[in-house]
Every structure is written in structure tokens, then in C-alpha cells.
């Protein structure tokens, strides 16, 4: 049977999603855990493959995988519980004849989260000159491919104290989003006007826009128009997501300590 895995992880803790000789990434994870169970002996008889590569730190809350086994029983009860903690699957399908992770997708959308994102308002008005089709030379590391993409749908949201930037296309280019989002950031802090993002997608040979930091990014979800039956967290990864959140709510509020009082003087000296 060729099943579809959708799942979700951390991405700082890997050296990518894609798998390397000796590194630990997503890819490297997710298969050792399939031979751990027997699913399957070698990756490629089995067909294994994922919608696409993520760049070292970047998140995924719906990657989705799929491949060949005879033993769709067990991946589907068993998997979360031999995947690393950071690594937990969300949901599966029975995948449907010619189905490719890759190819397959109808569209993917991606979130850019901004921890000090200022004028969210511009950016959201900004956000919008990237709908439809573009040459993204100037957002993106284009190689030898087609520097053409169409975006669906972009916005950018105030969510607490974050501001968010989602952003869905049929396909994107290697660091697109993270590109777009320098952009964006760079409206917010009023260093660049709205108009300039138009200005660029018809300069194709103007220097490229800086990638955003890896971390902030969230592969948020791959449409397919197939249907997946949800799968419950195992133990150790509601752990590890319990633990992340404490974590971060606590540098939160060490950060506001530390922070100076803006409402007062700056003491000289100090």
C-alpha cells in the first residue's frame, strides 16, 4: 500500500528536512523509524518521498510524506511511537494511484513569524502586491529554474505579540518566503515604502532581498484535495511541546525584565 504520512516538527535541532550523510535530519529521522518497525528495507524501493526540502531551523506543521509498505497497520499505529520526540505525525491516507508528495500538492502555504514587526497594517497593504504571478528573481535563489511563481493568497495578521505573514502559492523558490518576509519587515519599520515591492518584481537583475532568519518560518500546510483521518500526539512528543512552550514563555518574560523602561531616562554609565 503507498501511504501518505502528514506530519509535524522542529527544525532547529536538524540539519534540514532533507537527508545527509552523517547529519541528523527529518528525512534521515522518519526513515530510520520505518526500518525500525519494518515498514520497509530501503528508502528507495519504497519510494519514500516528501512534498520538499526545509532549510536548516525551519519548521513544518503539515510536511507530508508518502511510501510503499506492506504493513500499513503498523506505521499507522506504531509510528509516532518510534519517531524522536521532535517529529510527530498528525495524520495519514491511503494515498491515490500516481500520488507524490512532491507533485501532487495543489498549492503549500507557508507563515513568517515576526517578533518585533511594527506597522502591521503597512505590512498587510504590502503583502498584497505579491498576489499573482511574478518573476521572484529579487526574492528568491532562482538557479536554473523558472523564477516565475503565482501567489494565491497573502496577509499579514497580528496574532499576540507576534505578527504573522501567510502566504500561499502553487510552488515557491528555494528561500522565497524568507525573502518576502525581510521585505515585509523592512515596510513595518517604515525602511521601505509599500510601492517597492512592486518596483522590484519587474527589476529581475536588481540585487536579491536578504533571507529572513530561518526560525521565524512555518510550513504551514500542502493542499491536496485528499483527506487525511487525524492521529493522536504520542506521549513523549505532548511532552516535548509542553516543555518548548514553558521554555519560551519564560525567556519571554526574562526578556521583559531585562528590557529597559522605556519611560525612563538612560542612566549614564550604564
Known amino acids: ?38 515498514l520497509f528495507d530501503g528508502w528507495r524501493e519504497a519510494n519514500f518521498a516528501t512534498a520538499g526540502r526545509t532549510d536548516r531551523g525551519v519548521h513544518a506543521r503539515a510536511q507530508v510524506c508518502s511510501f510503499l509498505t506492506d504493513k500499513p497497520d503498523r506505521a499507522i499505529e506504531a509510528l509516532n511511537r518510534v519517531l524522536p520526540a521532535d517529529i510527530w505525525c ?20 507557508y507563515r513568517y ?28 535563489r532562482v538557479g536554473d529554474r523558472n523564477p516565475e511563481r503565482r501567489i494565491l493568497a497573502s496577509r499579514v495578521f497580528a496574532d499576540g505579540r507576534f505578527a504573522v505573514f501567510e502566504v500561499t502559492g502553487e510552488s515557491f523558490l528555494w528561500n522565497m518566503v524568507r525573502c518576502m518576509a ?56 505532548s511532552r516535548h511541546l509542553a516543555d518548548r512552550y514553558r521554555y519560551h514563555v519564560l525567556m519571554a518574560e526574562i526578556s521583559a525584565h531585562l528590557a529597559p523602561d522605556r519611560r525612563q531616562p538612560d542612566t549614564p554609565g550604564i
Open 113 to 140: 513569524y515576526f517578533s518585533a514587526p511594527g506597522d502591521v497594517a503597512a505590512m498587510d497593504e504590502a503583502a498584497q502586491e505579491f498576489l499573482g504571478r511574478h518573476d521572484f528573481s529579487v526574492f528568491a
Open 182 to 237: 525581510t521585505m515585509l519587515e523592512g515596510v513595518g519599520r517604515g525602511e521601505a515604502e509599500t510601492g517597492e515591492i512592486t518596483r522590484l518584481l519587474t527589476r529581475p537583475t536588481d540585487p536579491r532581498v536578504a533571507a529572513a532568519p530561518p526560525e521565524g518560518l512555518i510550513l504551514w500546510n500542502i493542499d491536496y484535495g485528499v483527506p487525511f483521518t487525524p492521529l493522536p500526539i504520542d506521549g513523549k512528543s
Open 90 to 109: 498528525t495524520g495519514w491516507a491511503e494515498a491515490p494511484e500516481g500520488f507524490h508528495p512532491r507533485y501532487s500538492a495543489v498549492s503549500r502555504t
Open 1 to 38: 500500500m503507498n501511504l501518505a504520512f502528514r506530519f509535524a516538527y522542529f527544525g532547529d535541532r536538524f540539519f534540514g528536512s532533507q537527508m545527509q550523510p552523517d547529519l541528523r535530519t527529518v528525512e534521515g529521522e522518519f526513515i530510520e523509524a520505518c526500518r525500525n518497525l519494518g
